[in-house]
């Protein structure tokens, strides 16, 4: 019996492929989501003191400029879900043209799923948006987890997972860099605009995260996988 050497592409592929990794970070992020729930739902006094000053220490203020009003208003709207459709759309037409059907189908229902999701939580934990009157009493909606930041981390994620295989490694390291700050910027405008605290923008980076690993590793849409784009 023989054995390809290290670096023979079935080898590489087999390790790419090996869901252990993302699955532990998926179900990782999943436990922060739970917890920080049971947090908000209980009442935890230490996560509520921090969430009330993180808050009012970021709070862009009522009655801010109209100019800083709509500058926040703009780069928060990356994290909605018109945003993910206008990028992704796309990518999923030429996925199917292409009859990468298993592909296309993660990326619909990593990205077009998650806000759904995020409405289910919402009213699960209940919890009521900061009390700001230009800012969370606006909203009728509910606060945790933030569907904007959950929104971002499923753009990007989507996007860098879909991509990886096709990138040099200098090209990973920049987007995934591009792709953090996009993600903190998002969260941190939510605190700033007044409409969420940190543990939502916590909480709704980490249930983008989670949500979106776990259907790649049903579907097997990790580098390496069957619906997996293939390297240049």
């Not at 939580?121 to 009493?137: S, T």
């Not at 953090?180 to 249930?207: E, F, K």
């Amino acid at each position: 019996m023989s054995f390809p050497p290290v670096g023979h592409p079935d080898v590489t592929r087999a390790r790419a492929g090996s869901p252990a990794r993302p699955a532990v970070t998926a179900v990782a992020a999943a436990v922060v989501v739970a917890l920080l729930g049971a947090g908000v739902r209980t009442g935890l006094a230490p996560q509520l003191r921090l969430d009330a000053a993180v808050s009012e220490a970021l709070y862009a203020g009522d009655g801010r400029a109209a100019a800083l009003d709509g500058l926040l208003e703009v780069v928060t709207a990356l994290g909605l879900f018109w945003v993910r459709l206008l990028v992704l759309l796309p990518v999923v037409a030429w996925l199917a043209a292409r009859r990468r059907w298993r592909t296309a189908a993660w990326v619909v229902l990593a990205a077009g799923l998650v806000g759904p999701v995020t409405t289910v939580l919402k009213e699960f934990f209940g919890r009521v948006r900061p009390p700001f009157a230009d800012g969370g009493l606006r909203y009728e909606s509910l606060s945790y987890p933030s569907g904007h930041s959950s929104g971002i981390v499923a753009l990007v994620t989507v996007c860098l997972v879909l991509a990886w295989p096709r990138l040099s490694p200098a090209a990973r390291r920049v987007w995934s860099a591009v792709g953090a700050v996009l993600v903190l910027v998002v969260g941190l405008t939510r605190i700033w605009l007044g409409v969420h605290y940190l543990s939502d923008v916590l909480g709704g980076w980490s249930l983008g995260l989670a949500w979106c690993l776990l259907v790649a590793v049903l579907l097997d849409a990790l580098p390496g996988g069957r619906a997996a784009l293939p390297p240049r």
